[in-house]
């Protein structure tokens, strides 16, 4: 199985910062990387997709860059709507999620 | 409107059964490989299964947690996906997702969930 790890679990941000969140995968997953934003009782939201794809109506302050073992969530400009919990995907070899980042404000 | 909404869930012993369902709306369902995802009490998400259409042959994968108690059926005629769940522990509890798979793949559409408790 391939495991995806996260960092930081938790991160602490102003309004306007810029915020960068690791995934870490155990092997190779290419570019078959999602991104999801969740909020407290609300279902997962997809961002980004393909590593570095925005889905449509998602706000181009959020973007995805990286391949292969190492890929990064970027949100520019941090929002009052942005605090949420993200978490990473793979979709290489069937479906496997990271434990989250919390971005919590500071 | 394109969406995704659960049913079924509820409070269950150990050992007993269970079956959701997730009705789709808003978007032609018979072309969709659908998904079903949960998620435990203040913990992070978990594939659960995932079936394929009936084009690419209606076949399932499951997670290892629940294959051999779990299984996912759809009906498109009723725009429907449905997740059996059988000899449920209490590990299973958990909110369970249906989402719909973008390219087969990445989860571009989610249903709000519904709460399945295993308690004696």
């Keep these: 199985d391939i495991q995806m790890t996260q960092s930081p679990s938790t991160l602490s941000a102003s309004v306007g910062d810029r915020v960068t969140i690791t995934c870490r995968a155990s092997q190779s997953v290419s570019i078959w990387l999602a991104w999801y934003q969740q909020k407290p009782g609300k279902a997962p939201k997809l961002l980004i997709y393909k590593a570095s794809s925005l889905e449509s109506g998602v706000p181009s302050r959020f973007s995805g860059s990286g391949s292969g073992t190492e890929f990064t969530l970027t949100i520019s400009s941090l929002q009052p709507d942005d605090f949420a919990t993200y978490y990473c995907q793979q979709y290489n070899n069937y479906w496997t999620f990271g434990q989250g980042t919390k971005v919590e404000i500071k | ?120």
């Design chain 2, 1 to 120: 409107e394109v969406q995704l909404v659960e049913s079924g869930g509820g409070l269950a012993k150990p050992g007993g059964s269970l079956r959701l369902s997730c009705a789709a709306s808003g978007f032609t369902f018979t072309n969709a490989w659908m998904t079903w995802v949960r998620q435990a009490p203040g913990k992070g998400l978990a594939w659960v299964g995932r079936i394929k259409t009936k084009n690419d042959g209606g076949t399932t994968d499951y997670a290892a947690p629940v294959t051999g108690r779990f299984t996912i059926s759809r009906d498109d005629s009723k725009n429907t996906l449905y997740l059996q769940m059988n000899s449920l522990k209490t590990e299973d509890t958990a909110v369970y997702y249906c989402a719909r798979g973008a390219e087969g793949w990445y989860f571009d559409l989610w249903g709000r969930g519904t709460l399945v408790t295993v308690s004696s």
